[in-house]
């Protein structure tokens, strides 16, 4: 059996599910062109995951992918997240990436998403 077979897609693809960096509207492209599309879920809000769904249910009747992060995020150590920096910190320094330098936060990925 075939990838696309056991997803019901026409494309033997899966989209990437991207925190932070994506909503609904790719999940429903991605869907619509053949392929599994994904919503990511694990910095939305409840009420900002049921209105990304309900879009999507409203503009696709193809299959899609819901995700969610599944581990337990660790306890906060001001000397781990000092390490990680200053590991990134020479990646951080141009003019693309300023927003970049004071959004993340210990654990995984941006700040949580208020959209909805």
């Given at each position: 059996?075939?990838?696309?077979?056991?997803?019901?897609?026409?494309?033997?693809?899966?989209?990437?599910?991207?925190?932070?960096?994506?909503?609904?509207?790719?999940?429903?492209?991605?869907?619509?062109?053949?392929?599994?599309?994904?919503?990511?879920?694990?910095?939305?809000?409840?009420?900002?995951?049921?209105?990304?769904?309900?879009?999507?249910?409203?503009?696709?009747a193809?299959?899609?992918?819901?995700?969610?992060?599944?581990?337990?995020?660790?306890?906060?150590?001001?000397?781990?997240?000092?390490?990680?920096?200053?590991?990134?910190?020479?990646?951080?320094?141009?003019?693309?990436?300023a927003?970049?330098?004071?959004?993340?936060?210990?654990?995984?990925?941006?700040?949580?998403?208020?959209?909805?």
């Open positions: 059996m075939r990838i696309s077979e056991l997803l019901g897609t026409e494309l033997p693809i899966i989209q990437a599910p991207m925190a932070g960096a994506q909503a609904g509207a790719m999940a429903i492209a991605v869907s619509n062109a053949g392929a599994l599309g994904s919503l990511p879920c694990a910095l939305l809000t409840a009420e900002a995951m049921r209105k990304e769904l309900e879009a999507i249910k409203a503009q696709t193809r299959p899609y992918n819901v995700n969610f992060f599944c581990h337990v995020p660790p306890a906060p150590s001001a000397e781990r997240e000092a390490a990680w920096r200053a590991a990134l910190a020479p990646y951080l320094t141009t003019e693309n990436s927003s970049m330098r004071h959004n993340f936060r210990p654990g995984r990925g941006t700040r949580p998403s208020t959209r909805g």
